[in-house]
């Protein structure tokens, strides 16, 4: 998981994930954090995960599968990884108390942010959190590396 760490930062805050959350984890990547998150719920489906990437998926359940021999408090039963995307979350309404994300949202153009955390407050808890890491600039980046494919890719422009 941490040769597959494609995060920025980290969006676990310990002090605040108490009272065993319902977590919501938007772009499992290779599962680092729903195992973090996992820590702090340890039930079955407390942190569900979406993921639109075939391969991730994949790489997640086999990571996940690996984890129990390094984490004697996981099961992989407390991580449910569903086929999805930000912008359709498939999660009811006011149903988790976080929903975390972790350089993704950042990706996305200004109308596809709006749905993503449009679609992030309908399925939080009254009270809920959003989790979010991301990296920001203070100055423009030019149009030409906005649009470079891999640079956005790796959450660079
Ligand atoms: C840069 S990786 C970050 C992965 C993970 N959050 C981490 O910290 O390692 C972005 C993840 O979001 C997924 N992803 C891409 N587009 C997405 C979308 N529209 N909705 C949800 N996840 C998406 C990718 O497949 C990938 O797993």
Do not use: W
């Not at 929903?99 to 449009?118: G, T």
């Amino acid at each position: 998981m941490q040769e597959m760490n494609y995060g920025c930062g980290t969006i676990l805050h310990l002090a605040e994930l108490v009272n065993n959350p319902t977590v919501l984890y938007v772009g499992v990547g290779a599962g680092l954090e729903a195992l973090q998150f996992a820590y702090f719920s340890r039930r079955p489906g407390s942190v569900i995960t979406i993921d639109p990437v075939p391969e991730m998926r994949q790489a997640a359940v086999k990571n996940l599968e690996i984890a129990p021999q390094e984490n004697p408090c996981f099961d992989p039963s407390f991580v449910e990884i569903r086929q999805s995307d930000a912008f359709n979350l498939p999660i009811e309404d006011d149903s988790v108390d976080v929903v975390a994300q972790n350089c993704l949202f950042n990706i996305f153009e200004p109308e596809d942010l709006s749905r993503a955390l449009h679609e992030a407050y309908r399925v939080l808890k009254p009270g809920g959190r959003l989790q979010m890491s991301d990296p920001i600039t203070t100055a423009p980046i030019p149009e030409h590396l906005q649009q470079d494919e891999r640079l956005r890719a790796m959450c660079l422009s």
